[in-house]
Structures are given as structure tokens and as C-alpha cells.
């Protein structure tokens, strides 16, 4: 069975901050996709990154940046320089190709960023 | 990328009335669509999901006589809360999956149904 772990909860930085959040996932496929979706308080889900578990590249895209590990089995996530636009809940996800696409969502780390 | 929407976006209502919330994808056919549930500070957890044309597959411990699911077409599924009760009460977010190999997935701004 698929499972994804975020570990923290709720993490507290000031403005200009770097700020990592950790995603580990478990699975039992070869071929799956990883996911993080962004939730401001309206609720919305903003999707910002997908990642088949062929491409462990590290992506970048402005102040946000991940890193895949298959090894440890990780998809951690790093905003550079944070603002307080940042602050939101963030969540991790993992689809199995097996699984007819269903995701299974970590429980979120609440992501708040001082002025 | 994709447009999902869900309508109404809020809703609330009275104990024992049923509920519906559409999910529609805007700009493609979608051959699945999923339902999620998330209570107040916690994650996404899915309900089930549906394929145009055929019966919704629900997850285990979702009451599919309670939550009525139904795919009419590649761009429109709906979801039903039948008699309502206020534990019903969360935010349901519809995504919608287009191929079959294809894990791409595009989320609705989802619905905050308040059960009173």
C-alpha cells in the first residue's frame, strides 16, 4: 500500500528565510508520480510539481526547488527566501500507475512565514 | 493547465436534505474523476472513484448509499450527500484524471458543505 509521510506539522520562519518541508513516501511500484499541491486558507488546491519515478532530477522554478530521492525514498521540498505569501498548508502526494491514479496525500505541513 | 470547476462552492443546509456538487473539467475529457473529503486541519482523503459510465469504486468505510456518485459524461460527475448530518459537514474536492496511463490530475477549488 502507498503511503506518504510529512513529518512536520508546522513550521514557523521569518521572511527572507529558506525553508525545506521533507516528504517521505513508501510504494511497492516501479512507476509512480509524486506530487506537491500548495492550500492557501481559501482552500484551493494549487498544484506545483509532478514527478515521475524515472526522472530523479532536481527541479527548480524561481524561489521553489525539490529534490528526489529514490535512494530514500524522499521529494523534499526547499522555498528559498520566503515571503509571506508562502504561508499555507503543503502537501505531498503519491499516485501508483497500479492504482488507476488514485493519490494518497501526507498529512501536511502547515507553513507559516513571518513579516 | 487544466480547468476543473465545482459548483456551488458553498453550501450550506439543513440536517436530512440531500446535497449535490457537481464537478465539471472545463477544457478536457476526463475518464476519471475522484472525490476527496478534508476535515477542518487534516489531509485530503479519497472517497472513490469514478469512470464515465460505470459505477463509482468506493473506498473502504465510505457509505456509497450516503455519497451518491455519478459520471454522466467525460466532463461532468456529481456528487450526492443523501440525508445529510452535521459529521457530513467538510470540504470536497473533485479532481479529474484525463488517459489511462497518464497520472496527471487537476483539482477543483472544492466545495464547503456546512450540514446545521
Known amino acids: 500500500a502507498q503511503k506518504v509521510t510529512q513529518a512536520q506539522t508546522e513550521i514557523s520562519v521569518v521572511e527572507k528565510e529558506d525553508v525545506t518541508l521533507d516528504c517521505v513516501y513508501e510504494?511497492?511500484?516501479?512507476?509512480?508520480?509524486l506530487f506537491w499541491y500548495k492550500q492557501p486558507p481559501s482552500g484551493e488546491l494549487v498544484f506545483l510539481i509532478r514527478?515521475?519515478?524515472?526522472?530523479?532530477q532536481n527541479e527548480i522554478s524561481g524561489r521553489y526547488s525539490w529534490n528526489f530521492q529514490k535512494s530514500t525514498s524522499s521529494f523534499n521540498f526547499t522555498i528559498t527566501a520566503s515571503q509571506v505569501v508562502d504561508s499555507a498548508v503543503y502537501f505531498c502526494?503519491?499516485?501508483?500507475?497500479?492504482?488507476?491514479?488514485?493519490?494518497?496525500f501526507g498529512d501536511g505541513t502547515t507553513l507559516t512565514v513571518k513579516p | 493547465g487544466a480547468v476543473v470547476s465545482q459548483h456551488p462552492s458553498r453550501v450550506i443546509c439543513k440536517s436530512g436534505t440531500s446535497v449535490k456538487i457537481e464537478c465539471r473539467s472545463l477544457?478536457?475529457?476526463?475518464?476519471?474523476m475522484f472525490w476527496y473529503r478534508q476535515f477542518p486541519k487534516q489531509s485530503l482523503m479519497l472517497m472513490a472513484t469514478?469512470?464515465?459510465?460505470?459505477?463509482?469504486?468506493?473506498e473502504q468505510g465510505v457509505e456509497k448509499d450516503k455519497f451518491l456518485i455519478n459520471h454522466a459524461s467525460l466532463t461532468l460527475s456529481t456528487l450526492t450527500v443523501t440525508s445529510a448530518h452535521p459529521e457530513d459537514s467538510s470540504f470536497y474536492i473533485c479532481?479529474?484524471?484525463?488517459?489511462?496511463?497518464?497520472?496527471?490530475?487537476?483539482f477543483g477549488p472544492g466545495t464547503r458543505l456546512t450540514v446545521l
Open positions: 479532481s479529474a484524471r484525463w488517459g489511462d496511463y497518464d497520472n496527471e490530475q487537476f
Open positions: 510504494t511497492r511500484d516501479t512507476t509512480y508520480y
Open positions: 514527478r515521475n519515478s524515472f526522472d530523479e
Open positions: 502526494a503519491l499516485s501508483e500507475n497500479t492504482n488507476a491514479g488514485k493519490s494518497t
Open positions: 477544457d478536457f475529457q476526463a475518464t476519471t
Open positions: 469514478s469512470n464515465e459510465g460505470s459505477k463509482a469504486t468506493y
